[in-house]
């Protein structure tokens, strides 16, 4: 659970948790009229490499920060496309339009929009909508919950007391890069019961749901995890960097539905320098 007491009172939380559900639906808006639909498809890196980004991307990010900037100009914005915005205020939005661009392009309902509320020490409320599902994670102190076509259920994770009980949900394993991420998590994958590929966000939330026990991934960034962390510890889960810090800021990053499950994972992951 979070470790550092938001500075925020209950009231104000649900007024930026309702704001938020303002800005996903301005984002689905743009999303899903381009899913499933001829799209020109960009590429963010050189060479053979591969960063996919669309005028989905781009335009539902633009929709949530002209929203923020009207209701609360104070604020600041972190945006995977459009960058960073600096704020008056220690409140500050981190965005992930389409988290899963790849699933995106691809036709695969598996991407979700990020939207997370930073108090300015840690993520307060996190959202992962799946607007084709009609699926929305909705996280804050205390509590997840999920609307699924219009109705409202609390989550919770499930108890997992072993790798050997657990499933293991990882986007892609191409993303371990780094000297002994890749062993790291293959030997966390041999002792699972079970691995699935391919879920980017939306693993993370099924964790919160109780489907899922564990997720191993790397090369996150901030915009990548931070509305995902209310989402987890909300439902009861934890979710750290592979050393146990805190994951806000991205980079290696391991999520659990039981405590138990994390330990043991950590205990392998942790020995990566």
Known sequence: MRKTPTNLNDGKIEELRAFSTELADAAARVTLKHFRSPIVVDNK??????DPVTIADRDAETAIRTLIEARYPDHGVVGEEHGQQAGTSPLHWVLDPIDGTRSFIAGVPLWGTLIALNDGTYPTVGI?????????????PGKTTLVRKG???QLKTRACASLSEAILGCTDPVIFTEAG?????????SL?????YGGDCYFYSLIAAGHVDLVVEAALQPYDIQALIPIVEGAGGIITTWDGGDPQQGGRVVAAGDARVHRE????LSSVD
């Open 181 to 189: 991420e890749y062993d790291a998590f293959a030997k966390v994958r």
């Open 265 to 268: 994972a950590l205990d392998i």
């Open 45 to 50: 890196l050189d060479g053979n490499a591969f």
């Open 128 to 140: 992962m909508d799946q607007p084709y599902l009609d699926e929305r994670f909705i996280g804050q």
């Open 192 to 196: 699972a019961r079970l691995t699935r």
């Open 151 to 153: 109705k409202s259920s």
